[in-house]
């Protein structure tokens, strides 16, 4: 009998590898799938976006699957594509299915979070509340009659997902501001205000970097022991 064969096998120790083995192929593939849609999106390039945007998510929640994250992240995020991929469609019913996409994404983070028992920050929480009503108070007017209270009803989710969000540190708590920051620019963009120049670069950099922190800010607190 060779030393090899002798050997007593850890099974733990040999499943875990097999499957973590394609999480840095995964994460790089999301890396390079986001630089190549930013990269697009600067170049005006819309065949490449139209290319890149719908492997984003499925690639960070194949990452946060074999890194073992929970199930409810996953989901977060394969809503996330689903909004992706709707709001690829430039029309009022597309961009209500994208939002209800992500509403369901937000759900699933709401409840992730919700299962670590640390309390929010409560002043956190005031800021983003009044952060929420100025900007729905000052961009009112300007929004489509149909989407007003679509978006309010989203936009007070989102901002409760994003306070939530800080239970499980910081790469968590700054994804979720990023992601308000993102769905922000998106909705001065409906209202016709005002944008900075390249405003879809600006809304995917924010998105891809929330959902990436997000991703992080869960696996790490999953592997520090938190209740996630």
């Known amino acids: 009998m060779s030393a090899t064969a002798s050997r007593p096998t850890d099974p733990g120790r040999a499943t875990a590898p097999r499957a973590e083995r394609f999480a840095r192929p995964l994460l790089v593939a999301f890396l390079v799938a986001a630089a190549v849609d930013l990269a697009g999106l600067l170049a005006g390039l819309d065949a490449v976006h139209l290319v890149a945007k719908p492997l984003l998510m499925p690639l960070l929640a194949g990452y946060a699957f074999v890194r073992g994250g929970p199930r409810l992240l996953v989901a977060a995020l394969l809503f996330g594509w689903g909004g992706d ?10 961009f209500l299915l994208g939002m209800g996409s992500f509403a369901v994404g937000h759900v699933c983070y709401l409840t992730l979070f919700g299962r670590d028992r640390a309390p929010a920050a409560l002043a956190t929480g005031v800021a983003y509340a009044l952060v929420l009503a100025v900007f729905l108070v000052l961009i009112w007017s300007d929004l489509p009659a149909e989407l007003r209270v679509p ?16 239970v499980l540190g910081r790469y968590a708590a700054a994804g979720g501001a990023l992601f308000l920051l993102s769905d922000a620019l998106i909705a001065t963009g409906i209202a016709e205000w005002p944008r900075l120049p390249a405003p879809d670069f600006w809304v995917m950099l924010t998105y891809i970097a929330a959902q990436l922190l997000l991703a992080l800010g869960v696996l790490g607190a999953a592997r520090a022991g938190g209740r996630p």
């Open 151 to 166: 978006v309010a009803g989203y936009s007070l989710l989102l901002t409760a997902m994003a306070w939530r969000a800080g």
């Open 85 to 94: 991929v709707f709001l690829l469609a430039d029309n009022d019913l597309a």
